[in-house]
């Protein structure tokens, strides 16, 4: 093994993605114990990516950002165990995977051509690289989130934001768990969460009238509130839940809620939670039987980042925002 040459979208100081973000080449090591490298097919974008450049979960600088990844293995590191990234099936030189970039201990993540994984699953047939790489933070993040709730057959569940991407998977993961899903949603995606088996009404003035109706005036058992940071909602929804803030979660309006006595997903992960190793090769095989899907916005090749970020950042998005660096290749 030996490194290799990529270009890296990566940022050199804290601040707003589109002032400390640039595109430069760097040197890929061989990967560390108990990772791989890839040759990167796709990288699915989030939310988190811009806030790791505005500080979130600081840590040594240089910092790249795409933490979802697919590609085509190029490198196992020394002592990995090559069946630890999927629970099931032995990792080898030219597979395809797709996981989780090592943004913490790498000085690039995914938006390159070349990545190191830190967790990862065989893409199954039947799955295009590109929808896999759309999976693994917000698959992960719903998840972990429901499960952290206490969610339970029968439950009625209120998802709010459900238009975006990890409302959208918490609704089909809650709703195959046996619960009652609301859905609050915009128009782009009513349709999609509807043809799931959620019940969906609007956002905006009137929302929680238009809820109560739905659950003939009763209280929900449990919120999850799943939009981009939307000050001031949380009132509404810990009304919904009859008061108890503790019925709702929220992965965004953070301050808002332990100002209010809501809890905030990321302050609750702990140890014992289902592992990645389980839920990307359970979501992927669910995603290639076409039973768990996520929408693409729009994907770009690598060199247009920048547009890629605008869209990611305009909040509304519509899906997915997916970078695929073979689309343009490398650059000398």
């Known amino acids: 093994m030996s490194a290799v040459s990529s270009r890296v979208v990566r940022f050199h100081e804290t601040g707003e993605p589109g002032d400390v973000l640039r595109e430069e080449r760097t040197e890929i090591p061989d990967p560390p114990s108990g990772t791989v490298r890839v040759r990167v097919l796709a ?32 490198a196992i590191g020394a002592d990995t165990d090559p069946g630890r990234g999927t629970g099931r099936d032995a990792v080898k030189v030219g597979d395809t995977v797709f996981g989780t970039a090592d943004f913490a201990g790498q000085p690039s993540a995914g938006a390159a051509d070349v990545a190191v994984l830190n967790g990862w699953a065989q893409v199954p ?8 790489a759309t999976l693994p933070m917000v698959v992960q993040t719903a998840a972990w989130t429901l499960e952290l709730m206490g969610l339970e057959p029968g439950h009625t569940l209120l998802v709010h934001g459900a238009g975006g991407m990890v409302g959208y998977a918490a609704v089909q993961l809650a709703l195959r768990q046996g619960a009652r899903v609301i859905a609050t949603a915009g128009p782009t995606f009513a349709a999609d969460l509807e043809g799931f088996g959620a019940h969906v009404t609007g956002y905006g003035e ?5 809820v109560r109706a739905l659950t003939g005036g009763e209280s929900v058992d449990l919120v999850l509130d799943a939009p981009r940071p939307s000050p001031g909602t949380l009132p509404d ?96």
């Open 125 to 132: 047939d039947g799955l295009d690289p590109i929808r896999a």
């Open 206 to 210: 009137g929302m929680p009238e238009r």
């Open 43 to 74: 990288t699915g974008l989030n939310p988190a990516d811009w806030e790791l450049c505005r500080g979130f979960m600081p840590g040594t600088l240089p910092r790249g950002i795409g933490c979802d990844v697919a590609g085509v293995v190029d």
């Open 237 to 332: 929804l810990i009304a919904l839940a009859g008061g108890d803030p503790k019925r709702v979660v929220t992965i965004s309006n953070h301050a808002e809620a332990r100002e209010l006595g809501a809890r905030v997903n990321i302050d609750e992960l702990r140890p014992g939670l289902t592992p990645l190793d389980v839920l990307l090769p359970e979501y992927a095989s669910l995603a290639a039987e076409g039973a768990f899907r996520l929408p693409i916005a729009q994907s770009y090749p690598l060199s247009q980042w920048r547009d890629a970020m605008a869209l990611s950042l305009s909040g509304h998005p519509h899906g997915k925002v997916v970078l695929l660096p073979a689309l343009d290749g490398p650059t000398a």
